[in-house]
């Protein structure tokens, strides 16, 4: 168990705690709505985790040392780069695909800016959401000063973290 579950679990034991000082029957609807979000979540999650199993078996860690790895240098970083763009999906697909490039020897700023890039950029984020309920002159404004952002972050971890 990572030390960070173990904040979580206190944090929900304590607000449970709370929940229940307040109001004795607080704890249940919070349990209920919690696992009502589960069960939503939970078929997602499963193909998630399906999908970054099938990506260490079918991408070679070969290829992601030579596209992200610290021997990628620069092309690293703007590989990370487009790919941040690229990559459908939220936390679910997102961060168990970075855990699959790390183990396959890709070099942490090229997943720095990927982690940024995504986080700023997600293709999919912009098209569904952005554009429809803010419209393009919004996005433009937002993407077009952060454009960078990613790129000099990796640059950064590079040059702060000798990677």
Do not use: C, N
């Not at 307040?22 to 609807?29: E, I, K, S, W």
């Not at 995504?118 to 429809?132: D, H, K, M, N």
Request: no cysteine; charged share 10%; proline share 7%.
């Amino acid at each position: 168990m990572h030390p960070s579950d173990l904040i979580i679990y206190a944090l929900a034991v304590a607000l449970t705690i709370v929940a229940y000082v307040r109001d004795p029957g607080a704890p249940l609807v919070g349990l209920k709505a919690g696992f009502g979000l589960l069960w939503d979540i939970f078929p997602r999650l499963v193909a998630a985790l399906i999908l970054t199993g099938m990506l260490q078996v079918v991408v070679s860690p070969e290829l992601i040392e030579r596209s992200l790895g610290r021997s990628a240098g620069h092309r690293g970083i703007f590989i990370g780069f487009l790919a941040g763009i690229l990559t459908p999906g939220g936390p679910m697909v997102s961060f168990p695909m970075m855990a699959v490039f790390l183990q396959s020897g890709a070099s942490t700023s090229a997943l720095v800016t990927y982690m940024t890039s995504w986080s700023l950029f997600g293709f999919q984020r912009v098209i569904a959401w952005e554009l429809p309920f803010m419209g393009g002159r919004f996005v433009l404004a937002r993407v077009l000063p952060t454009l960078a952002l990613p790129i000099v972050a990796g640059y950064l971890e590079r040059f702060l973290y000798r990677d």
